[in-house]
Every structure is written in structure tokens, then in C-alpha cells.
T-cell receptor, first 110, second 116 residues
Framework: GEDVEQSLFLSVREGDSSVINCTYTDSSSTYLYWYKQEPGAGLQLLTY?????DMKQDQRLTVLLNKKDKHLSLRIADTQTGDSAIYFCAESIGDNKLIFGAGTRLAVHP | DTGVSQDPRHKITKRGQNVTFRCDPISEHNRLYWYRQTLGQGPEFLTY????????KSRLLSDRFSAERPKGSFSTLEIQRTEQGDSAMYLC??????????????FGSGTRLTVV
């Protein structure tokens, strides 16, 4: 079935890089997404990658996709306290819906 | 355009009551989605519309749930005879799908439902 797995918690020091990992099951997913959710708020799209790409870079964000292993990662360079949030990985099923992981809570400490 | 709007932001209701939520999507978006998010989990797909047609419903959407998008613009999600297990954040999203291309979702801030 369709499933997305993420580690639940990551703690990093301010200024270090954060790497959040995700595995998914549907090999036909066209797009894979990273969303950010701050307390009490909706989901903010951070970035997405098309399934025929290996890497995408957008300012401090780098997405790596290993389609063979169905593994997606999000690297945040120079992590700041404002990056503290829950990060969700999602895969597209057809072009109709997204399947989300349970989210990784990123805590940034001084 | 101010993005996807949801109303109300919070709703507390007694078990057994009916509740209705509203979503106003981005005006040029033809697709509208409802998701439910419980504490500590990612959002789960409930249903989606293309224009006014409801094209898919999840198994999660029991008979007590009904969604409409009568004119292809705003949508309502009604829950009848609420149960404590319905307590969750209900998220609406919209997107533009045209010519076989998909341009990603924009989510609203959600309606948090608490059933007491």
C-alpha cells in the first residue's frame, strides 16, 4: 500500500546543517514534497522535486532523491531557530492526492 | 489573492451535534481538497473536487461526513452526529490542474475541531 516513513525527531545546533530523511513506497509518484508546519498553523510548501531528478537546490534547502531506494532527504544549511517546526515528506498519488509521513520535529538549540 | 481561507479557525462542539466548515480556495484553482490531521500525525486525504464534481472520497469519510462545492468555488465539509474521534485539524487545500500538469497544493490554516 501507500506509505511514507520519517524519523520523528531531530535536534541540531544553530548554524549546523539538518538532514531529514524519508522513505516512500509508491514508485509511480510523480512529485515528492517537503512541507513545513509551525505550531497551530497550516502547511507551508518548502520545496518539491520531480521524480526524474536526483537533486534540487533552493537557497539553504537541498533535496536529494534516490528513486531506486525510494529515499528522499531534505538538507537545511546553516539551521536557524526559525527553522524549528515539523517537516512533512509527501508523495503524490496520481495527480489527485498526497500521502504524508507523520512528520519530523526539528528542534534547533543555541 | 490572500490564499486559501478556512472558517472557523476553531470549533468546540458537544458530542452528537452537527458542524460545518467552510473553505475558500485560491480563485483560479479548479481543484479543492480536504484533509484531516490528528495530533502527532501527518494529514490524511479525505476527498477532492475538480470544479463542482466530487471525484474521490477516502474510506476515512464515513456516512456522517459530507462535502460539497456547489458552484465550483468555495466548499463546505459537514460532520453529522459528531464523535470524540472526530476531533482533529481539518485542512483544505487548492490547486490548479490543467493540461495534464499539476502545480502543487496551497493549504489553508485549518479548522481545529474539538468534540467534548
Amino acid at each position: 500500500g501507500e506509505d511514507v516513513e520519517q524519523s520523528l525527531f531531530l535536534s541540531v545546533r544553530e548554524g549546523d546543517s539538518s538532514v531529514i530523511n524519508c522513505t516512500y513506497t509508491d514508485s509511480s509518484s510523480t512529485y515528492l514534497y517537503w512541507y513545513k508546519q509551525e505550531p497551530g498553523a497550516g502547511l507551508q510548501l518548502l520545496t518539491y522535486i520531480f521524480s526524474n531528478m536526483d537533486m534540487k537546490q533552493d537557497q539553504r534547502l537541498t533535496v536529494l532523491l534516490n528513486k531506486k531506494d525510494k529515499h528522499l532527504s531534505l538538507r537545511i544549511a546553516d539551521t536557524q531557530t526559525g527553522d524549528s517546526a515539523i517537516y512533512f515528506c509527501a508523495e503524490s498519488i496520481g495527480d489527485n492526492k498526497l500521502i504524508f509521513g507523520a512528520g519530523t520535529r526539528l528542534a534547533v538549540h543555541p | 489573492d490572500t490564499g486559501v481561507s478556512q472558517d472557523p479557525r476553531h470549533k468546540i462542539t458537544k458530542r452528537g451535534q452537527n458542524v460545518t466548515f467552510r473553505c475558500d480556495p485560491i480563485s483560479e484553482h479548479n481543484r479543492l481538497y480536504w484533509y484531516r490531521q490528528t495530533l502527532g500525525q501527518g494529514p490524511e486525504f479525505l476527498t477532492y473536487f475538480q470544479n463542482e464534481a466530487q471525484l474521490e472520497k477516502s474510506r476515512l469519510l464515513s456516512d456522517r461526513f459530507s462535502a460539497e462545492r456547489p458552484k465550483g468555488s468555495f466548499s463546505t465539509l459537514e460532520i453529522q452526529r459528531t464523535e470524540q474521534g472526530d476531533s482533529a485539524m481539518y485542512l483544505c487545500a487548492s490547486s490548479l490542474a490543467a493540461g495534464g500538469s499539476f502545480y502543487g497544493y496551497t493549504f489553508g490554516s485549518g479548522t481545529r475541531l474539538t468534540v467534548v
